[in-house]
């Protein structure tokens, strides 16, 4: 068996796991509008289902290394199932070589007595005697025969007996040879195993190495993600219009090339989008066909018991009905735009999620927004119309996510052993995407939006998102240095001033991608992919080095970690625009 040195094959596809393990360390930082109901217990579930979904990508990018490792592991099974058959067979060799020799044994026991038996009558006979002996001639013959007969076996038992030493002498000596041969099969296929295992086992420690260069970003370095992100085109006349003018795709910099990272919808994307529901109901859909619409149509919306008691941390227990009445989630003033139904639909959400925690939760949008006073007005109407209907499934209530806007695109997540659908929230699915959206319909002011201020209002001194072809090429360098080429350099942070630290200039991070697989001076131009699944696919530019094509997961967090100021992606799904 041919040692094959694994090293380098093993090598490519860890540094691909090493670089897809590194991405899920990206958690954004969502609450920046209408609050939605999440918590640490359903944040977690959140984390655990994006990792879900980079674990598959990590298993799709294993599958050959997998199948590799699979066949050598069949080849060596099947070499020790080998030995240990020979050995068997040699055991089996062993016990009739043994049983023969003690057969051997008796045959030249029984011959020797008789050999010593016929010397005996040879000595105390003689052929004379014999016939004086015979009363006739028959019994003459007769005696003669058996004498001829008896000379006759003796000879072919001596020729037996010598056959069987010869053959027995051989089958031993083959049974030897054959037990040095194993000998030296195992010792060379126990060769091969520590071969692989170390192979591997040095392979795993590269992993472990290049995966701990990767994620060892500094605290610093998380912090600032942590802080900045919560196949077709789109355009600016399909998306409405950003509740900032400098956060608009009509925005003018005042200079060219200009390049501006536009977030569809802010993280997260799962359950009802409160903007979608406005928009559908708008359309005409009721609460039924709206609450269908996010979380499947395999829940069942029922009426559950109206005085079930709600322990409201820092508040007090009320009633379910209370309690949904002094949710502050999303503005009274829908129902008198046409979306009364998307009114209720949060009502049904509300009573749904608090009693899925157990019927004890906090008081803050890290969970429901709850007021002591009862919100009134369109919003209590649209309770008193639900009154105690709760979303179920398998049985149980179930927890209803939902945050503002999700861009377009709803994920799917599960509870309960159910799981939502995942789909395009448009009149005419993906085709719909920017031109039918449900909240663009509802006009949501963050469906299309360039993000540069943090929630307070701090834009670390700058009055647009715009970048210049330098400062964008410097956001490529930084993918350089951090992902492409995995280093762990807590420098890779915004300029500005804002966050501390010593970032590097931008002169200074061009230099050490220089180092590496090179640094870009200027980008030109840009064009963006999407996936059919609801995230940006790739973002390719045209530099002064040619073109550079990144993966849409890469690109987000290369940008929130060196994007200068506050400016920073909120979504998976986003482009680029330029002027």
Request: proline share 4%; with cysteine; glycine share 10%.
């Amino acid at each position: 068996m041919p040692k094959i040195n694994l090293t380098t094959k093993l090598g490519v596809w860890l540094v691909l796991l090493a670089l897809l393990a590194g991405l899920s360390g990206v958690r954004p930082n969502w609450q920046v509008f209408i609050t939605r109901a999440i918590d640490p217990v359903t944040d977690l579930q959140q984390q655990i289902n994006e990792l879900e979904k980079l674990r598959k990508l990590s298993a799709d990018a294993t599958t050959p290394l997998e199948k590799e490792v699979a066949g050598l592991t069949v080849r060596i099974a099947s070499a020790r199932a080998g030995i240990a058959q020979a050995k068997q067979q040699a055991i089996l060799t062993a016990q009739n070589i043994k049983q023969r020799e003690l057969d051997l044994a008796v045959s030249y026991q029984l011959f020797a007595r008789r050999v010593g038996e016929q010397y005996k009558r040879g000595r105390s006979a003689s052929p004379l005697l014999s016939v004086m002996a015979s009363d006739t001639a028959g019994q003459l013959t007769k005696d003669l025969a058996y004498r001829s007969s008896i000379k006759a076996q003796d000879r072919q038992l001596v020729q037996t007996i010598g056959e069987d030493i010869v053959g027995l002498e051989r089958d031993k000596q083959a049974y030897e040879d054959r037990q040095v041969i194993l000998a030296k099969l195992e010792k060379q296929l126990d060769s091969q195993v520590e071969f692989f295992k170390d192979e591997i086992a040095k392979a795993k420690d590269y992993q472990q190495k290049l995966s701990s260069q990767i994620a060892e970003l500094s605290a610093r370095q998380q912090e600032i993600l942590s802080q900045k992100s919560g196949t077709f085109q789109t355009t600016v006349g399909d998306v409405p219009l950003a509740d900032d003018p400098a956060s608009r795709p009509d925005y003018n910099p005042g200079f060219s090339p200009a390049f501006a990272a536009f977030s569809f919808g802010a993280p997260h994307f799962k359950g009802m989008s409160q903007y979608g529901a406005l928009g559908r109901a708008k359309s005409g859909q009721s609460y039924e066909e709206i609450l269908r619409a996010y979380y499947g149509g395999g829940i069942e919306i029922k009426d559950h018991n109206p005085d079930a008691q709600i322990n409201v941390q820092g508040y007090g227990t009320y009633s379910l009905e209370e309690y949904a009445k002094r949710i502050y989630e999303v503005p009274s003033s829908w129902g008198d735009e046409g979306g009364m139904e998307a009114l209720k639909a949060q009502a049904i959400a509300a009573r749904s999620y608090a009693l899925a925690r157990g019927g004890s939760i906090c008081a803050t949008e890290s969970c429901q927004v709850f007021k002591p006073n009862p919100k009134g007005g369109n919003w209590e109407k649209a309770v008193n119309e639900t009154r105690g209907k709760v979303v179920y499934a398998n049985g149980q209530p179930f927890s209803t996510w939902y945050a503002s806007t999700s861009g377009g695109y709803q994920e799917s997540y599960s509870g309960n052993g159910y799981s939502t659908p995942g789909f395009w929230d448009t009149q005419n699915g993906r085709e719909g995407w920017t031109s039918g959206a449900y909240e663009k319909i509802a006009e949501s002011p963050w469906f299309y939006k360039g993000w540069y201020k943090s929630r307070s209002g701090d834009s670390c001194g700058r009055s647009h998102p715009w970048l210049t072809g330098q400062e964008m090429a410097d956001v490529i360098n930084a993918w350089v240095v951090i992902i492409k080429n995995g280093q762990s350099d807590d420098r890779v942070t915004p300029s500005g001033g804002c966050w501390g630290g010593n970032p590097y200039s931008i002169n200074e991070l061009k230099d050490r991608a220089n180092g590496l697989s090179g640094g870009y001076n200027q980008v030109n131009n840009v064009s963006v992919t999407y996936s059919t699944n609801g995230v940006t696919s790739e973002v390719k530019f045209q530099t002064d080095r040619g073109e550079v094509t990144i993966k849409g997961l890469e690109f987000h967090k290369a940008f929130n970690l060196r994007a200068p100021g506050r400016i920073a992606l909120k979504s998976g799904l986003f482009n680029i625009e330029h002027k």
